[in-house]
């Protein structure tokens, strides 16, 4: 049972919910398309994205351009010990803006690197997800595309 003063609160973040997750989508669905392109990328995990194996199916079953807030993907490099620097040096290129947190859902953008928190579940040493927030969406792509521009050779 919640308390009273979880319910209220609960309540109060219920009447905003619809704004905040269409924020979200939007930003998320602007970072895929960019981050796609960019050379440092394996590939990109996002069902907006056509590229995605699900995206026809996902456009059956989500609204237009509500394809969620979470992006997944992976950092090229030659091996694993490669892909575990790149992925490490993002993380820390966006410490002190985005949250290191292995969980994800909330209205500011968290990153979670996949093989650190599953180990040997998924073995993917340059995969990180991020759960992208309701940010500036300007603000949030120069900082993510920063990162990934600290990661070309």
Same mark, same amino acid.
């Given at each position: 049972m919640l308390s009273p003063d979880d319910a209220y609160r609960l309540g109060t973040q219920l009447k905003t919910f619809r704004l905040r997750f269409e924020r979200q989508c939007r930003n998320a @669905? =602007?970072?895929?398309? /960019? #981050?796609? /392109? %960019?050379? !440092?990328? @394996? &590939? !990109? *995990?996002?069902?907006?994205? =056509?590229?995605?194996?699900? %995206?026809?199916m996902a456009k059956t079953l989500f609204e237009i351009n #509500?394809?969620?807030? #979470?992006i997944t993907f992976e950092l090229v490099g030659r091996? +694993?010990?490669? /892909? &575990?620097?790149? &992925? +490490?040096?993002?993380?820390? !290129? *966006?410490?002190? &803006?985005?949250? *290191?947190?292995?969980?994800?859902? +909330?209205?500011?953008?968290i990153l979670l690197p996949v093989e650190p928190v599953w180990g040997d579940k998924y073995p993917l040493p340059g995969m990180i997800r991020l759960s992208v927030g309701v940010e500036e969406p300007e603000e949030l792509l120069q900082l993510i595309m920063e990162a990934l521009n600290k990661l070309v050779e």
């Open positions: @669905e =602007k970072l895929a398309i /960019k #981050m796609e /392109k %960019h050379p !440092v990328m @394996e &590939r !990109v *995990l996002y069902p907006g994205l =056509k590229s995605h194996a699900s %995206h026809n #509500m394809w969620g807030a #979470m091996n +694993d010990e490669e /892909k &575990r620097n790149k &992925r +490490d040096l993002f993380i820390e !290129v *966006l410490s002190e &803006r985005i949250n *290191l947190i292995p969980s994800l859902g +909330d209205t500011e953008s």
